[in-house]
């Protein structure tokens, strides 16, 4: 194994970890000596990756260095290209043209033959999500990234209307449909909406009691593995 590419895989095994890791548990990942491993450690915070710790701590990366995409394998580009093109064709107009942007600027700093197969792809996406759409999702990705309660008006399957105020903290993605999930004030509980039946949605000055990743955490806590409660 040549330096630069161990020096690329030890990069990739600390991104996956969010937590501090130990060198010896690194060490025998990458089947590398920990003097082996404490050298390029040194290397790369010598480019500039922010990696925090030492010997009997552990070590973190911090986001923020950016290492050239060159290291691509051919299934890694496949992944990364029909995941993009994924979201460019089913996700709403907003996250449509960041994939997009960020497809070009992939192929961008790709070398020539690289280019040609992630532009060249037999990996197709196939028609999207076609229920009509009223209110924008973008509104509701705004209201999860600020952490900000979001007033709806919400219309079940029977054609029912009720308002809602919610504490939204995902919208999952499914083939057939958009789920907003979110702490409902009042159902008291969480609830997932129906994003085609949420007719309005106004985003409110109020932020969330507690940090969404909490919620987030509380909620996955009260799922049963083979059920989703959904407003319908």
Not at 34 to 51: H, V
Not at 173 to 193: G, I, K, M, N, Y
Request: aromatic residues 6%.
């Amino acid at each position: 194994m040549s330096r630069t590419t161990r020096l690329f895989d030890l990069m990739q095994v600390l991104r996956r970890h969010r937590r501090p890791v130990s060198g010896t548990a690194l060490a025998r990942e990458l089947d590398v000596s920990l003097r082996t491993l404490y050298r390029d450690i040194a290397s790369l915070r010598a480019i500039g990756a922010e990696i925090e710790g030492e010997p009997g701590m552990g070590y973190l990366l911090r986001p923020g260095l950016m290492l050239p995409p060159l290291m691509f394998t051919e299934e890694e580009l496949e992944a990364l290209t029909l995941g993009l093109r994924w979201v460019e064709r089913r996700a709403d107009d907003g996250l449509s043209r960041a994939a997009g942007d960020a497809l070009a600027k992939v192929a961008a700093v790709l070398p020539g033959e690289l280019r040609h197969r992630m532009q060249d792809s037999a990996l197709l996406v196939g028609p999207g999500w076609d229920k009509p759409q009223v209110v924008d999702l973008e509104v509701l990705r705004h209201a999860i990234r600020s952490e900000r309660k979001l007033r709806i008006e919400y219309r079940d399957q029977k054609g029912e209307r009720s308002t809602r105020v919610i504490w939204p903290i995902a919208i999952a993605f499914f083939e057939s449909t958009r789920l907003v999930v979110a702490w409902c004030e009042l159902r008291r509980d969480f609830r997932s909406f129906r994003a085609d039946r949420i007719e309005a949605g106004d985003s409110l000055d109020e932020r969330y009691p507690r940090p969404r990743a909490l919620l987030e955490k509380e909620w996955l806590d009260t799922l049963l593995p083979e059920s989703v409660s959904v407003e319908r």
